[in-house]
């Protein structure tokens, strides 16, 4: 490793990717039997846990752009998953919910992902959990702040 090099063993941040990484792929794995991938169960639970949010709202949520969630959200709507107003109630927005048969599909997928995240945390103490709970929403706020100049 050079002076001015990332260190890969001991970069938090590649750490992190590669977490993220881990995480995608075995979510993935357990959604796929249930015909979901990370992007659409993404959709589907903020939808469950926030009705009414926006297709912007949702492409912040789900980490994807905004052409890619309103494709999603076609598809989501011709299938049945979600229904959405002809016509914004208000400006430009076209607040999106849930349909009965995408809280049933949710429900399953919801299911699925925790057993994932149970299984990530599985060596983990309760106070190491909520020490790296804090330690993430700390990066994260970090990051954040950082990226306003501030």
């Known amino acids: 490793m050079s002076q001015d090099g990332v260190d890969l ?16 792929t075995a ?5 796929r039997p249930l015909g979901m991938n990370v992007t659409r169960y993404s959709c589907l639970e903020l939808l469950a846990q926030r009705p009414g949010l926006s297709n912007s709202e949702l ?5 994807v752009t905004r052409q890619s969630m309103n494709v999603l959200l076609q598809t989501l709507e011709r299938e049945g998953f979600v229904t959405r107003p002809a016509e914004a109630p208000v400006g430009k ?10 809280r ?4 399953k997928a919801t299911v699925a992902v925790r057993s994932v995240e149970v299984r990530m945390v599985a060596g983990l103490t309760q106070t190491e959990q909520s020490g790296a709970l804090r330690m993430l929403q700390s990066m994260v706020h970090s990051l954040r702040d950082g990226a306003d100049g501030g």
């Open 9 to 24: 063993e001991t970069s938090v941040g590649y750490l992190l990717k590669e977490a993220s990484s881990a995480l995608r």
């Open 27 to 31: 979510m993935d794995e357990v959604l």
């Open 59 to 63: 492409a912040r949520g789900a980490f």
């Open 93 to 102: 927005v076209l607040p999106t919910r849930l349909t009965p048969l995408g």
């Open 104 to 107: 049933r599909s949710i429900q």
